[in-house]
Protein backbone atom coordinates (compact mmCIF):
# COMPACT_ATOMS: atom_id res chain seq x y z
CA UNK A 1 0.00 0.00 0.00
CA UNK A 2 1.16 3.33 -0.86
CA UNK A 3 1.40 6.24 1.94
CA UNK A 4 -0.51 9.17 1.83
CA UNK A 5 0.79 11.64 4.67
CA UNK A 6 -1.08 14.36 6.52
CA UNK A 7 -0.09 16.98 9.00
CA UNK A 8 -3.78 17.07 11.21
CA UNK A 9 -6.87 14.75 11.35
CA UNK A 10 -8.51 14.20 8.10
CA UNK A 11 -10.90 11.88 7.34
CA UNK A 12 -9.01 8.72 7.53
CA UNK A 13 -11.96 6.56 5.76
CA UNK A 14 -11.15 7.94 2.55
CA UNK A 15 -7.13 6.92 2.66
CA UNK A 16 -8.48 3.03 3.08
CA UNK A 17 -10.60 2.77 0.86
CA UNK A 18 -8.62 3.96 -1.76
CA UNK A 19 -6.26 1.31 -0.84
CA UNK A 20 -3.51 3.48 0.67
CA UNK A 21 -1.59 3.75 3.71
CA UNK A 22 -2.79 6.59 6.06
CA UNK A 23 0.29 8.15 7.64
CA UNK A 24 0.41 10.68 10.55
CA UNK A 25 3.54 12.64 9.86
CA UNK A 26 3.59 14.28 13.48
CA UNK A 27 3.50 10.83 14.85
CA UNK A 28 5.81 9.41 12.51
CA UNK A 29 7.88 12.39 13.61
CA UNK A 30 7.82 11.66 16.97
CA UNK A 31 8.07 8.06 16.94
CA UNK A 32 11.59 8.00 15.11
CA UNK A 33 14.40 6.64 17.24
CA UNK A 34 16.18 10.36 17.37
CA UNK A 35 13.53 12.88 16.62
CA UNK A 36 16.05 15.41 17.38
CA UNK A 37 18.16 14.29 14.51
CA UNK A 38 15.21 15.02 12.29
CA UNK A 39 15.12 18.33 13.42
CA UNK A 40 18.73 18.92 12.60
CA UNK A 41 18.27 17.79 9.58
CA UNK A 42 15.12 19.96 8.60
CA UNK A 43 18.06 22.70 10.14
CA UNK A 44 20.62 21.85 7.87
CA UNK A 45 17.39 22.06 4.64
CA UNK A 46 17.34 25.27 5.71
CA UNK A 47 14.65 25.58 8.40
CA UNK A 48 14.96 28.56 10.89
CA UNK A 49 16.08 27.18 14.38
CA UNK A 50 12.80 29.68 15.72
CA UNK A 51 10.50 27.63 13.84
CA UNK A 52 8.30 25.15 15.42
CA UNK A 53 9.31 21.47 16.14
CA UNK A 54 6.74 19.81 14.76
CA UNK A 55 6.86 21.79 11.35
CA UNK A 56 10.53 20.97 10.75
CA UNK A 57 9.58 17.40 12.01
CA UNK A 58 7.31 16.93 9.46
CA UNK A 59 9.14 18.02 6.37
CA UNK A 60 11.88 15.89 7.38
CA UNK A 61 10.65 13.33 8.04
CA UNK A 62 8.06 13.34 5.35
CA UNK A 63 11.12 13.26 2.93
CA UNK A 64 13.44 10.70 5.03
CA UNK A 65 10.67 8.08 4.96
CA UNK A 66 9.79 8.83 1.28
CA UNK A 67 6.41 9.70 1.50
CA UNK A 68 5.19 10.62 -1.94
CA UNK A 69 1.72 12.59 -1.71
CA UNK A 70 0.20 14.40 0.99
CA UNK A 71 -3.21 15.79 1.67
CA UNK A 72 -2.59 19.64 2.55
CA UNK A 73 -5.41 20.74 5.09
CA UNK A 74 -5.09 24.42 4.02
CA UNK A 75 -7.56 25.93 6.67
CA UNK A 76 -8.13 24.30 9.87
CA UNK A 77 -5.20 23.00 10.79
CA UNK A 78 -1.86 25.82 10.90
CA UNK A 79 -0.78 29.22 10.08
CA UNK A 80 2.36 27.70 8.80
CA UNK A 81 1.10 24.62 7.17
CA UNK A 82 0.58 26.61 3.08
CA UNK A 83 4.32 27.59 2.71
CA UNK A 84 5.29 24.19 4.29
CA UNK A 85 3.26 22.15 1.18
CA UNK A 86 4.89 24.31 -1.00
CA UNK A 87 8.04 23.43 0.27
CA UNK A 88 6.72 19.83 0.14
CA UNK A 89 5.65 20.19 -3.60
CA UNK A 90 9.08 21.90 -4.27
CA UNK A 91 10.81 18.64 -3.04
CA UNK A 92 8.84 16.61 -5.87
CA UNK A 93 5.41 15.50 -3.43
CA UNK A 94 2.01 15.68 -4.94
CA UNK A 95 -0.30 17.58 -2.98
CA UNK A 96 -3.35 17.36 -2.20
CA UNK A 97 -5.79 20.16 -1.12
CA UNK A 98 -8.23 19.44 1.77
CA UNK A 99 -10.19 21.80 3.79
CA UNK A 100 -12.52 22.17 6.98
CA UNK A 101 -15.54 24.84 5.90
CA UNK A 102 -14.70 27.69 9.22
CA UNK A 103 -18.69 27.91 9.28
CA UNK A 104 -19.19 24.06 9.59
CA UNK A 105 -21.03 24.09 6.51
CA UNK A 106 -21.82 20.11 6.13
CA UNK A 107 -22.47 20.73 2.04
CA UNK A 108 -18.95 22.42 1.90
CA UNK A 109 -17.29 19.73 3.75
CA UNK A 110 -19.21 16.89 1.83
CA UNK A 111 -17.49 18.77 -1.22
CA UNK A 112 -14.17 18.90 -0.04
CA UNK A 113 -14.40 15.22 0.77
CA UNK A 114 -15.70 14.11 -2.50
CA UNK A 115 -12.77 16.01 -3.78
CA UNK A 116 -10.58 13.85 -2.07
CA UNK A 117 -12.81 10.67 -3.32
CA UNK A 118 -12.48 11.71 -7.23
CA UNK A 119 -8.15 11.67 -6.85
CA UNK A 120 -8.40 8.09 -6.21
CA UNK A 121 -11.87 7.22 -8.03
CA UNK A 122 -14.20 6.28 -5.12
CA UNK A 123 -17.39 7.10 -4.02
CA UNK A 124 -19.34 6.98 -0.86
CA UNK A 125 -20.04 3.32 -0.85
CA UNK A 126 -16.61 1.93 -0.15
CA UNK A 127 -15.71 5.12 1.93
CA UNK A 128 -18.79 4.09 4.07
CA UNK A 129 -17.92 0.30 3.87
CA UNK A 130 -14.13 1.43 5.84
CA UNK A 131 -16.37 3.16 7.85
CA UNK A 132 -18.42 0.81 9.68
CA UNK A 133 -15.55 -1.23 9.91
CA UNK A 134 -13.46 0.81 11.66
CA UNK A 135 -16.59 1.95 14.10
CA UNK A 136 -15.73 -1.27 16.15
CA UNK A 137 -12.38 0.07 17.04
CA UNK A 138 -13.59 3.83 17.58
CA UNK A 139 -15.86 2.15 20.20
CA UNK A 140 -13.14 0.63 22.21
CA UNK A 141 -10.59 3.80 22.03
CA UNK A 142 -13.72 5.17 23.57
CA UNK A 143 -14.34 2.95 26.06
CA UNK A 144 -10.77 3.18 26.61
CA UNK A 145 -11.07 6.66 27.58
CA UNK A 146 -14.07 6.34 29.54
CA UNK A 147 -12.20 3.27 31.99
CA UNK A 148 -9.69 6.96 32.15
CA UNK A 149 -11.88 8.78 34.06
CA UNK A 150 -15.31 6.95 35.16
CA UNK A 151 -13.19 3.96 36.53
CA UNK A 152 -9.97 5.14 37.12
CA UNK A 153 -8.23 2.60 35.36
CA UNK A 154 -5.83 3.74 32.26
CA UNK A 155 -3.03 5.83 33.34
CA UNK A 156 -2.54 9.34 31.80
CA UNK A 157 -0.01 8.23 29.02
CA UNK A 158 -2.09 5.19 27.38
CA UNK A 159 -4.77 7.36 27.13
CA UNK A 160 -2.56 10.18 25.18
CA UNK A 161 -1.25 7.62 23.33
CA UNK A 162 -4.52 5.11 22.33
CA UNK A 163 -6.10 8.17 21.36
CA UNK A 164 -3.29 10.07 19.35
CA UNK A 165 -2.77 6.82 16.90
CA UNK A 166 -5.94 7.37 16.05
CA UNK A 167 -5.49 9.82 13.50
CA UNK A 168 -4.00 7.31 11.49
CA UNK A 169 -5.10 4.03 13.04
CA UNK A 170 -1.72 3.52 14.39
CA UNK A 171 0.33 4.31 11.14
CA UNK A 172 -2.47 2.52 8.75
CA UNK A 173 -2.75 -0.62 10.19
CA UNK A 174 -6.33 -0.58 12.05
CA UNK A 175 -6.33 -4.15 12.35
CA UNK A 176 -3.12 -4.82 14.01
CA UNK A 177 -4.13 -1.48 16.01
CA UNK A 178 -7.44 -3.40 17.37
CA UNK A 179 -5.69 -6.08 18.27
CA UNK A 180 -3.80 -3.73 20.66
CA UNK A 181 -6.40 -2.13 21.95
CA UNK A 182 -7.97 -5.72 22.58
CA UNK A 183 -5.13 -7.18 24.39
CA UNK A 184 -5.19 -3.38 26.57
CA UNK A 185 -8.73 -3.78 27.40
CA UNK A 186 -8.09 -7.43 28.19
CA UNK A 187 -5.27 -6.55 31.00
CA UNK A 188 -7.82 -3.32 32.64
CA UNK A 189 -9.75 -6.41 33.53
CA UNK A 190 -7.93 -6.94 36.61
CA UNK A 191 -6.32 -3.92 37.04
CA UNK A 192 -6.61 -1.32 40.18
CA UNK A 193 -8.20 1.36 39.99
CA UNK A 194 -6.02 4.58 40.79
CA UNK A 195 -6.87 6.82 43.72
CA UNK A 196 -5.15 9.95 42.89
CA UNK A 197 -5.67 13.23 44.88
CA UNK A 198 -5.71 15.63 41.66
CA UNK A 199 -7.35 15.32 38.67
CA UNK A 200 -5.88 16.94 35.32
CA UNK A 201 -7.46 17.92 32.56
CA UNK A 202 -4.91 18.51 29.31
CA UNK A 203 -5.65 20.90 27.19
CA UNK A 204 -3.87 22.18 23.56
CA UNK A 205 -1.29 20.49 20.90
CA UNK A 206 -0.30 17.34 22.13
CA UNK A 207 2.85 17.10 23.83
CA UNK A 208 6.63 16.54 22.43
CA UNK A 209 8.29 15.99 25.17
CA UNK A 210 8.46 12.49 27.14
CA UNK A 211 7.72 11.89 30.43
CA UNK A 212 5.06 14.51 31.72
CA UNK A 213 2.27 12.01 32.23
CA UNK A 214 4.82 9.69 34.52
CA UNK A 215 6.38 12.77 36.40
CA UNK A 216 2.50 13.95 37.53
CA UNK A 217 1.50 10.61 38.40
CA UNK A 218 4.94 9.71 40.90
CA UNK A 219 3.44 12.67 42.86
CA UNK A 220 -0.14 11.97 42.94
CA UNK A 221 -1.76 14.14 40.27
CA UNK A 222 -3.55 11.93 37.03
CA UNK A 223 -4.58 13.32 33.80
CA UNK A 224 -8.18 12.45 33.21
CA UNK A 225 -8.93 14.09 29.70
CA UNK A 226 -6.85 15.16 26.53
CA UNK A 227 -8.89 17.36 24.78
CA UNK A 228 -6.76 17.41 21.75
CA UNK A 229 -6.51 13.55 21.43
CA UNK A 230 -10.08 12.87 22.24
CA UNK A 231 -11.06 14.84 19.34
CA UNK A 232 -8.63 13.08 17.11
CA UNK A 233 -10.43 9.86 17.94
CA UNK A 234 -14.04 11.25 16.57
CA UNK A 235 -16.19 11.11 20.02
CA UNK A 236 -19.18 11.70 17.93
CA UNK A 237 -19.64 8.37 16.07
CA UNK A 238 -23.17 7.85 17.18
CA UNK A 239 -23.98 9.83 13.95
CA UNK A 240 -24.34 7.65 10.73
CA UNK A 241 -22.90 10.36 9.07
CA UNK A 242 -19.51 10.38 8.29
CA UNK A 243 -19.69 14.12 7.33
CA UNK A 244 -21.81 14.73 10.40
CA UNK A 245 -18.94 13.12 12.03
CA UNK A 246 -16.38 15.16 11.02
CA UNK A 247 -18.53 18.31 11.12
CA UNK A 248 -18.81 18.01 15.00
CA UNK A 249 -14.90 17.16 15.48
CA UNK A 250 -13.87 20.20 17.10
CA UNK A 251 -10.08 21.18 16.76
CA UNK A 252 -10.15 22.34 13.13
CA UNK A 253 -13.14 24.96 13.37
CA UNK A 254 -12.13 28.03 15.71
CA UNK A 255 -11.95 28.27 19.54
CA UNK A 256 -15.42 29.01 20.86
CA UNK A 257 -16.85 25.11 19.92
CA UNK A 258 -13.47 24.06 21.86
CA UNK A 259 -14.14 25.82 24.51
CA UNK A 260 -17.59 24.24 24.95
CA UNK A 261 -16.48 20.80 24.27
CA UNK A 262 -14.10 21.48 27.53
CA UNK A 263 -16.23 22.65 29.72
CA UNK A 264 -18.07 19.97 29.59
CA UNK A 265 -14.95 17.57 30.06
CA UNK A 266 -13.97 19.41 33.16
CA UNK A 267 -17.88 19.01 34.44
CA UNK A 268 -18.12 15.44 33.68
CA UNK A 269 -14.49 14.18 34.64
CA UNK A 270 -14.27 16.18 38.21
CA UNK A 271 -11.23 17.93 36.67
CA UNK A 272 -9.75 19.94 39.03
CA UNK A 273 -7.28 21.75 37.49
CA UNK A 274 -5.88 21.88 33.37
CA UNK A 275 -2.39 22.09 32.06
CA UNK A 276 -2.44 24.12 28.58
CA UNK A 277 0.21 22.85 26.70
CA UNK A 278 2.00 25.00 23.73
CA UNK A 279 4.47 24.95 21.43
CA UNK A 280 7.10 27.40 20.86
CA UNK A 281 6.62 29.38 18.11
CA UNK A 282 3.20 28.46 17.26
CA UNK A 283 0.07 30.99 16.46
CA UNK A 284 -2.29 28.75 19.34
CA UNK A 285 0.00 30.43 22.23
CA UNK A 286 -2.90 32.94 22.38
CA UNK A 287 -5.80 30.65 22.49
CA UNK A 288 -4.31 30.92 26.38
CA UNK A 289 -6.11 33.71 26.85
CA UNK A 290 -9.16 32.70 25.59
CA UNK A 291 -8.91 29.84 28.05
CA UNK A 292 -8.26 31.57 30.67
CA UNK A 293 -11.45 33.66 30.84
CA UNK A 294 -14.00 30.85 29.89
CA UNK A 295 -13.00 27.69 31.91
CA UNK A 296 -13.35 28.67 35.03
CA UNK A 297 -10.50 26.47 37.06
CA UNK A 298 -6.93 26.74 37.66
CA UNK A 299 -5.00 26.64 34.06
CA UNK A 300 -0.83 26.05 34.19
CA UNK A 301 0.56 26.46 30.76
CA UNK A 302 3.84 25.27 29.88
CA UNK A 303 6.01 25.46 26.62
CA UNK A 304 7.46 22.82 25.07
CA UNK A 305 10.01 23.19 22.08
CA UNK A 306 11.78 19.99 21.63
CA UNK A 307 11.47 16.10 22.01
CA UNK A 308 13.37 15.97 25.39
CA UNK A 309 12.46 14.94 28.76
CA UNK A 310 11.23 17.55 31.37
CA UNK A 311 13.41 20.23 32.11
CA UNK A 312 13.78 21.03 35.48
CA UNK A 313 11.91 23.97 35.04
CA UNK A 314 8.52 22.93 33.97
CA UNK A 315 8.92 20.03 37.03
CA UNK A 316 9.09 22.16 39.62
CA UNK A 317 6.21 24.35 38.27
CA UNK A 318 4.09 21.11 37.29
CA UNK A 319 5.07 20.27 40.89
CA UNK A 320 4.01 23.29 42.25
CA UNK A 321 0.59 23.78 40.80
CA UNK A 322 -0.11 20.17 41.82
CA UNK A 323 0.48 21.48 45.02
CA UNK A 324 -1.91 23.90 45.09
CA UNK A 325 -4.98 22.23 43.40
CA UNK A 326 -3.73 19.64 46.46
CA UNK A 327 -4.42 22.77 48.66
CA UNK A 328 -7.72 23.65 47.73
CA UNK A 329 -9.33 20.45 47.70
CA UNK A 330 -8.05 19.54 51.46
CA UNK A 331 -9.28 23.36 52.11
CA UNK A 332 -12.90 22.53 50.59
CA UNK A 333 -13.09 19.08 52.29
CA UNK A 334 -12.16 20.68 55.54
CA UNK A 335 -14.83 23.50 54.78
CA UNK A 336 -17.62 20.93 54.46
CA UNK A 337 -16.92 18.84 56.79
CA UNK A 338 -17.26 21.49 59.64
CA UNK A 339 -20.31 23.21 58.42
CA UNK A 340 -23.69 22.79 60.39
CA UNK A 341 -26.21 20.80 59.10
CA UNK A 342 -28.00 23.83 59.06
CA UNK A 343 -25.72 25.58 56.68
CA UNK A 344 -25.11 22.33 54.36
CA UNK A 345 -29.06 22.23 53.95
CA UNK A 346 -29.12 25.81 52.91
S1 LIG B 1 2.24 23.29 17.15
FE1 LIG B 1 1.29 25.10 16.25
S2 LIG B 1 2.77 25.91 14.77
FE2 LIG B 1 3.37 23.81 15.29
S3 LIG B 1 2.41 22.53 13.73
FE3 LIG B 1 0.99 22.57 15.45
S4 LIG B 1 -0.41 24.28 15.03
FE4 LIG B 1 1.39 24.52 13.69
Redesign the pocket.
Known amino acids: MSAVGF??TVPVEIILAAGKRPVDL?NLFIGQNRPLEVLEEAERLGFPTQ?????KG?YAVAQREGIRTIIAVDWG?????RV?MELLELAGMEILPFSYPADRDSRILRQQMERLMARWNIGWEEVNVVKDELDPLRRKLHRIDELTWRANLVDGYHNHLFLVQSTDMRGGDPVGFEKEVDGYLAQLESAIPFQEEVRLGYIG?PP?WEGLHDYLEAFGARIVYHEVQRQFSLPSISSADLVERYRCYTYPYGIWGRVRDIQEEIAKREIQGLIHY??A?????LEDIIFRQCLGVPILTVEGDKPICLDMRTKTRLEAFVELLRGRKDSTTLLSAHQSPKETSQ
Open positions: TTNTCSWIIDCSNSLVIVQFCFRQ
